[in-house]
């Protein structure tokens, strides 16, 4: 099966630095097989037999641990569970000069359409969505200070997402299908 593991919060404002290149050798060690990072932010894609996500989690999150000693959470997500969400993305949505769009998986625990009802939505300024496993969120760069995307950091929510770009999203799900051929 073809995964990806998202690690939430490295390579951040110089914080929780993990060099891709000694990240990849973390997962190859503890058997995962056509390791492949993109860009600096923790998105790894992997092949490894079928096991639940919430188990893979924990032995990508203990292997980091040891190797890096650094407590970081890993939402994993399926080649099937990211096709679901890359359909459900609008084919309008960018990440450009003009649009913010971004992908926020969610932990599992809060993995449910009733997440929405937690979030600062702007009916007139916010286009926000709920998929199995994200919340898809678009926003025009020129309305960005009056969007309720801005509520969302530091509240309990934020602490249980990681948020890709939509740009970065698809071009996750193009990788993870170029391991699928």
Same mark, same amino acid.
């Given at each position: 099966?073809?995964?990806?593991?998202?690690?939430?919060?490295?390579?951040?404002?110089?914080?929780?630095? $993990?060099?891709?290149?000694? *990240?990849?050798?973390? !997962? @190859? /060690?503890?058997?995962? =097989? %056509?390791?492949?990072?993109? +860009?600096?932010?923790?998105?790894?894609?992997?092949?490894?037999?079928? $096991?639940?996500?919430?188990? *893979?989690?924990?032995? !990508? @999150? /203990?292997?980091?641990? =040891? %190797?890096?000693?650094?407590? +970081?959470?890993?939402?994993?997500?399926?080649?099937?569970?990211?096709?679901?969400?890359?359909?459900?993305?609008?084919?309008?949505?960018?990440?450009?000069?003009?649009?913010?769009?971004?992908?926020?998986?969610?932990?599992?625990?809060?993995?449910?359409?009733?997440?929405?009802?937690?979030?600062?939505?702007?009916?007139?300024?916010?286009?926000?969505?709920?998929?199995?496993?994200?919340?898809?969120?678009?926003?025009?760069?020129?309305?960005?200070?009056?969007?309720?995307?801005?509520?969302?950091?530091?509240?309990?929510?934020?602490?249980?997402?990681?948020?890709?770009?939509?740009?970065?999203?698809?071009?996750?799900?193009?990788?993870?299908?170029?391991?699928?051929?």
């Amino acid at each position: 099966m073809i995964y990806i593991a998202l690690l939430r919060g490295i390579n951040v404002g110089g914080k929780n630095k $993990i060099d891709m290149k000694l *990240l990849k050798q973390t !997962l @190859e /060690k503890i058997g995962m =097989n %056509d390791v492949v990072t993109y +860009i600096n932010t923790g998105n790894i894609i992997f092949s490894y037999k079928v $096991i639940s996500k919430t188990e *893979l989690s924990r032995i !990508l @999150e /203990k292997a980091i641990h =040891n %190797d890096f000693k650094l407590q +970081i959470k890993v939402v994993v997500r399926s080649v099937d569970d990211i096709r679901e969400i890359i359909n459900a993305i609008p084919a309008t949505w960018k990440n450009d000069k003009n649009m913010t769009s971004d992908v926020m998986f969610l932990w599992d625990e809060i993995d449910d359409e009733s997440v929405l009802e937690n979030l600062v939505i702007k009916p007139n300024i916010d286009s926000v969505k709920y998929v199995p496993g994200a919340i898809l969120w678009s926003v025009d760069k020129k309305n960005i200070t009056k969007s309720g995307k801005s509520k969302l950091i530091g509240s309990k929510i934020y602490k249980q997402v990681t948020i890709r770009n939509v740009n970065t999203s698809r071009k996750i799900y193009e990788l993870m299908q170029a391991q699928k051929s």
